[in-house]
């Protein structure tokens, strides 16, 4: 049902009482899912969580021999969300990750999901520090590399390791990978489905992880303070922009787990558009959902507009459809939905506990990728001129730069990480850039090594670059410690996935997310059915 000609009033519960079709939405009228005998879900986001959310929806609603009519809303002109590529010189054979680029073996969701949809995937092997590279890997923290990591040979690498840090690496390797067991328990009975995250967190001995800084965590586990700073800070900083005495002690063992690092050929998106098209969705893209308002028979109107329209006409045709259940698949803070008197909607007795979510602290990132033919500039980063650089640049702190100096925390590097990614056809190389303040054109001649123009003050344009791309995401939260994650039911068949990105913000978590929601409908569905 799509209630058309629906005329945005300002009032939503006076215009909904009386939608344009003259019939009335609030009371007497059975749900059409009672008529029909048909489920209806709709999901507002088609990132990783809610693509998962209705691929699972399907499967598990399928098995349990249930109708179900699934609705896609998604406000950008693609699937993915925060994972997406864009195309080097705007060449479709030349993807590249704008947002999430890589997941690890134990991601079994989205492994899993990869091959069913016979996707091939690459191994990525300088995307994270791994002590294992093959490729070489530099830490520097301004001023210095504390550490670099050769591309050759790696029994001598790790040699170098133990010798310079002792027993830390082998000591966090095991903390991560006990930490990381625990987490893969929230995948199975009898902890999965879990209705909340900070039950099912504590639980499993995770709150204790996530209640301490990473830098706590990591001393009380007898990890030397030296290791921290220059490898496990430059994991959390290239993947989360944050430092070990802010980052909890969770999403600090997560940087280390990146055994069987990779990614999709193409783009990791093609997962998530894998999920709907197996979901059978409705996909709605260019289509922003701005209204959730519960009725009085539990059902949910929602109100969505094509997203180009937003702020222009507030008169133009805005459709409204009834579904049984509606899941908000990405951080609710960002995405500019009124739902409406949550609070006060309805007055039966047995409505559980509502909730809205808080808005939370999300790290602003700004994400360059640039071509150049120039390899990086050695003298830049004190090295001699014939001694190539690493290919990933991770970044640290000083040991007298206190993380609290500055507020971005990204300290006298002035970047989190450099990685050159490939060379592409034209045999140029590509760079990504991570960095909390916008890239200028001076620092992209400094470290292309490229003369700095004083002839004039004016931009001139850089030559030293034949392509760049640039995005300023909201890529991930401040991961401050905590003990307890915001609810994922957040009224009667009202479900939020982005809770869990306080306590890992992954794809795979996400999904995870996504899959728990889908279970937990279903099993709501099945249990009225069976006392009906
Ligand atoms: C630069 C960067 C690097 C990262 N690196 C990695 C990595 O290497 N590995 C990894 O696993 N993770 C990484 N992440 C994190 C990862 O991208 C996220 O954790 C994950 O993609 C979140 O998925 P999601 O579905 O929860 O949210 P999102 O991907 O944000 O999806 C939410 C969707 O909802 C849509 N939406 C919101 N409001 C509305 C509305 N009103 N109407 C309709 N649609 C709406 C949005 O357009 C969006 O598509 C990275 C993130 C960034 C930004
Ligand atoms: C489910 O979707 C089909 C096909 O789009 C449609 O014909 C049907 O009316 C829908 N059912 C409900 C209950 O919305
Ligand atoms: C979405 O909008 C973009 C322009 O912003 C357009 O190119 C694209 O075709 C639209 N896609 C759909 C499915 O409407
Ligand atoms: C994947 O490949 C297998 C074998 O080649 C085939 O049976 C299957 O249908 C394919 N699946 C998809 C989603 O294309």
Known sequence: MRLNNFAFAGLWSASLAQASDGRNLRGGQEPLSIQTGTKRAAIVGAGAGGSSAAYHLR????????????????????????????????????PVELGASIFVKINKILVDAAESFNLSTSSIRNARPRSQDSDALGVWNGADFVFIQSGSSSWWDIAKLLWKYGLAPIRTNNLMKRTVGKFLQMYEAPHFPWPSLSQVAFDLGLTAVTAATGEQYLKENNIDSRFAEEIVQASTRVNYAQNLPLIHGLETMVCMATDGAMSVEGGNWRIFSGMIDAASADLRLNTSVVAIEKQQDGT???????????????TDDMPVELFDSVVLAGPLQFSNIKISDIESAGTESTSPPRHLPDAIPYVQLHVTLFTSKHPLYPPVFNQPLDKPLPSTILTTLQPYEHPGTNPDGVGAAGFFSISTLRKTAKGEYLYKVFSPRPVDDSF??????????????????????????RKVWHSYPYEYPRVTFE??????????????ESFISTMETSALMGKNVARLVVNEWVKKESQA
């Open 300 to 314: 949910y109107a929602v109100h969505s507009k094509p997203t180009m329209a937003e702020e222009i006409s507030r």
């Open 59 to 94: 499967h598990y609603a399928t098995e349990a021999g249930i109708n179900l009519n699934i609705t896609v809303y998604e406000r950008n002109p693609y699937i993915g969300g925060r994972s997406t590529t864009v195309n080097v010189y705007d060449d479709p054979n030349e």
């Open 487 to 500: 609810e994922l039911k957040l009224d009667k068949n009202l479900w939020y996935t982005s809770g869990i």
């Open 444 to 469: 992209l001649r400094r470290i292309t090594g490229y003369p700095p123009d004083e002839s004039t003050s004016e931009e001139v344009g850089n030559p030293a670059v034949t392509w760049i791309y």
